[in-house]
């Protein structure tokens, strides 16, 4: 199975501060069809995840453009250019493309 | 868009529940589906898909004891869960395979 790596996996921010989180997988998750099946989620405490970018990089409807994703192959990253307090809670990266399906362990975002 | 997960509660070991998810607001029967789970303080763990056409597949923890399956008139995702172990207690949700829809979740604990 693939393996997502994230870190850190506690980040404490301060409002405004930009931050970054690390999803690094044991195989490339390049499919044979070209596309990279990698997103990540946002769990708010007491709530469902939430899907925040999808495909590596583009943004789902309704999310502010403080967040972004990059990467290919192996390494993928989630970038918060200037954290809010609604923005604390546990961030996940997941992949597609490699069945089974598999989520990281989680980077939990707490507001100092 | 709305998914209701419905049907958890608390279950003996070796029992069997079914979870229904209720969608509305898109096109049911354009989407796959999955089923996630999350044990208690844990992260996020995927335990089954079914296609828009009913393909199936399954996490190997759950292979030969769960069964996903969807009724398109009904609108319905549902999961049978059967030969319950401790280990499967969790908050179940459904999700859309476009990640974009979640349920609210509910409860499975399997406890004598």
């Known amino acids: 199975d693939v393996v997502l790596t994230q870190t850190p996996p506690t980040l404490s921010a301060t409002i405004g501060q930009s931050v970054s989180i690390s999803c690094r997988s044991s195989q490339s998750l390049l499919h044979s069809n070209g596309n990279t099946y990698l997103h990540w989620l946002l769990q708010r405490p007491g709530q469902s995840p939430q899907l925040l970018i999808y495909l590596v990089s583009r943004l789902e409807s309704g999310v502010p453009n403080r967040f972004s994703g990059s990467g290919s192959g192996t390494d993928f990253t989630l970038k918060i250019s200037g954290v809010e307090a609604e923005d604390l809670g546990v961030y996940y990266c997941?992949?597609?493309?490699?069945?089974?399906?598999?989520f990281g362990s989680g980077t939990k975002l707490e507001i100092k | 868009v709305q998914l209701v997960e419905s049907g958890g509660g608390l279950v003996q070991p070796g029992k069997s529940l079914k979870l229904s998810c209720s969608a509305s607001?898109?096109?049911?029967?354009?989407?796959?589906m999955h089923w996630i789970r999350q044990a208690p303080g844990k992260g996020l763990d995927w335990v089954a898909y079914i296609s828009s056409s009913s393909g199936t597949v399954y996490a190997d923890a759950v292979k030969g004891r769960f069964t996903i399956s969807r009724d398109n008139a009904k609108n319905t995702l549902y999961l049978q869960l059967n030969s319950l172990k401790s280990e499967d207690t969790a908050i179940y949700y459904c999700?859309?395979?476009?990640?974009?829809?979640w349920g609210q979740g509910v409860m499975v604990t399997v406890s004598s």
């Open positions: 607001g898109f096109t049911f029967s354009s989407y796959g």
């Open positions: 997941v992949q597609g493309t490699h069945a089974p399906l598999t």
């Open positions: 999700a859309s395979n476009n990640w974009g829809y």
